[in-house]
């Protein structure tokens, strides 16, 4: 790690934390991590309710579309048509368990919340996808797979170069595939989310394309592919910026209308400008 550290404020989730960013590295980490009780605390009472995340219509609609975008980009940069085995880690409610179980022989998702794994069992396509409703321990799994998915896994994870190099040694092996996929945290939106108060999100890691490669390779992963995607950075900043009273009060309006499909805000159109979502594709050294 850099020796530029640089503390960016207290983290809005975990307030008994500070944020800080290490320089020219592009990342940011939360010192010192929560415990696991205080993560399991929080996930357990605040996380959903807070993100008022439900699989509702629109959600699942939204979840479809990048299922639908994350299997293209995997197949297409591994070259390959299929896997013989896939693993979801945080699969959520289990939408790109499904999209994997068109291209797998078998499908495996670990899900720690109990009302997302309920969905994503109740709602698998096939006898061949399961899902378990555990957090997942790599050394514990007994699981070898050609592939494993996570996405908006690893800006939860404490050390989350040591949880890769957990998952290469015990459950991908050499040759195996990775997908990742985590929030685009530059500093400026960092300390934003910090200045602003934003809570839900829960990152304890904050990556960049920079950080988020360097990951990677310092774990054992060649990188066969690393793309921004979604909307603008700078256009989804001013969405979360605090609204006056007035915009406050026409946005509750505004959620009484009949509710838009969200999945044009998952576009792959790249731009010279940052874009909210990083993707990476890596093979196990």
């Not at 794994?117 to 555990?134: M, Y």
């Not at 514990?140 to 908006?152: F, P, V």
Request: proline share 6%; with cysteine.
């Amino acid at each position: 790690m850099s020796s530029a550290i640089k503390p960016l404020g207290r983290h809005p989730d975990f307030p008994e934390c500070m944020v800080v960013s290490h320089g020219s590295e592009g990342f940011c980490q939360t010192s010192p991590y929560p415990t696991e009780e205080q993560l399991a605390a929080y996930y357990e009472s605040e996380y959903r309710e807070v993100r008022n995340e439900v699989p509702d219509q629109e959600y699942i609609r939204f979840m479809d579309h990048r299922a639908e975008i994350q299997m293209g980009y995997i197949l297409e940069t591994s070259g390959r048509s299929g896997f013989e085995s896939a693993l979801d880690i945080g699969c959520g409610a289990g939408r790109l368990l499904n999209k994997l179980g068109t291209r797998c022989g078998r499908v495996q998702g670990y899900e720690a919340d109990k009302a997302m794994a309920g969905f994503a069992l109740a709602n698998r396509t096939g006898p061949h996808i399961d899902v378990i409703n555990e957090l997942f321990q790599p050394e514990n799994s007994g699981i070898r797979t050609q592939l494993i998915t996570m996405s908006h896994v690893l800006e939860h994870v404490p050390e989350p170069g040591t949880f890769l190099r957990r998952l290469h040694t015990h459950v991908l092996g050499s040759g195996g595939h990775l997908f990742v996929e985590v929030p685009n945290d530059p500093d400026h939106w960092v300390e934003k989310q910090i200045k602003w108060g934003i809570r839900g999100l829960a990152h304890i890691n904050y990556f960049t394309e920079t950080s988020l490669e360097r990951c990677l390779t310092n774990s054992g992963y060649e990188i066969v592919s690393l793309r921004t995607c979604g909307l603008p950075l700078d256009r989804f900043i001013r969405q979360r910026k605090p609204k006056s009273l007035v915009a406050r009060q026409l946005r509750k309006l505004s959620a009484l209308l009949p509710a838009r499909p969200q999945a044009d805000a998952y576009r792959t159109s790249l731009s010279s400008r940052e874009n909210i979502y990083l993707q990476a594709v890596a093979v196990a050294r």
